[in-house]
């Protein structure tokens, strides 16, 4: 069974230092996402890493992918209050494609 | 292009009612999918649709959900008689072909007291 394990569940940052997400899984998958949701609102879509050694950067998010170590990443740089939100990455599984999600980590940016 | 919506919002209801919840896809989506996300747990993944057929239903929790989606467009999902348990946000996704990326709903948060 596909299990996705994701840590830390919360991060408290303080504006302008980086921090790591990281998400570990525990079968081969093809394709990983990383969402993003704000309180009471959906969830974003933010990347969808597809390969080995994969890396996609959008603003101070930077996601990266080792297939080997069943580990995706998701980096961020000098973050920034408007970055506080709950961050999911999730795997793609079987046929359906459907979705094993981590638990969330809960990012607090404070100024 | 509207995104995917989801009514209603928020449902109260009593242990032992009925409520059924409504998504409604991207538009020329064919593929849409149900997950939940009970109290303090990760969003879990309920059934996926293709058009009006239902592909995977493996994580229905029991016979007291019912989804549909008739003519292959909105879905529902139902739930008969709903149990404190059921208490939980649900989302809709919505993609283009399976391997695409999914679309989600903002969710139906429901309370049953």
């Known amino acids: 069974e596909l299990k996705v394990e994701q840590n830390p569940l919360f991060l408290s940052m303080q504006e302008g230092k980086n921090y790591t997400i990281y998400c570990n899984y525990s079968?081969?998958?093809?394709?990983l996402y990383w969402y993003r949701q704000d309180p009471g609102k959906s969830l974003e879509s933010l990347f969808v890493?597809?390969?080995?050694?994969a890396v996609k950067q959008e603003g101070r998010l930077m996601a990266s992918l080792d297939t080997k170590a069943r580990l995706s990443t998701l980096h961020i740089t000098a973050a920034v209050h408007d970055l506080s939100a709950t961050y999911f990455c999730?795997?793609?599984?079987?046929?359906?494609?459907?979705?094993?999600f981590g638990t969330g980590t809960l990012l607090a940016v404070q100024p | 292009e509207a995104g995917v919506t989801q009514f209603p919002s928020h449902s109260v209801i009593e242990k032992g009612q009925t409520v059924t919840l409504r998504c409604d896809p991207i538009?020329?989506?064919?593929?849409l999918y149900w997950y939940r996300r009970v109290m303090g747990k990760e969003i879990k993944f309920l059934l996926h649709?293709?058009?009006?057929?239902?592909?995977?239903e493996s994580g229905m929790p029991n016979n007291r959900f019912l989804a549909e989606r008739t003519g292959g467009t909105y879905s529902t999902l139902k739930v008969q008689p709903a149990e404190l348990e059921d208490s939980g946000v649900y989302f809709c996704?919505?993609?283009?072909?399976?391997?695409?990326?999914?679309?989600f709903g903002p969710g139906t948060r429901l309370l049953v007291l």
């Open positions: 996704a919505s993609s283009q072909a399976p391997k695409e990326t999914q679309y």
């Open positions: 649709f293709v058009k009006e057929s239902k592909q995977d």
């Open positions: 079968t081969t998958s093809d394709r």
């Open positions: 999730a795997v793609g599984g079987g046929a359906t494609n459907k979705l094993i």
């Open positions: 538009s020329g989506h064919d593929n």
């Open positions: 890493l597809l390969s080995n050694g």
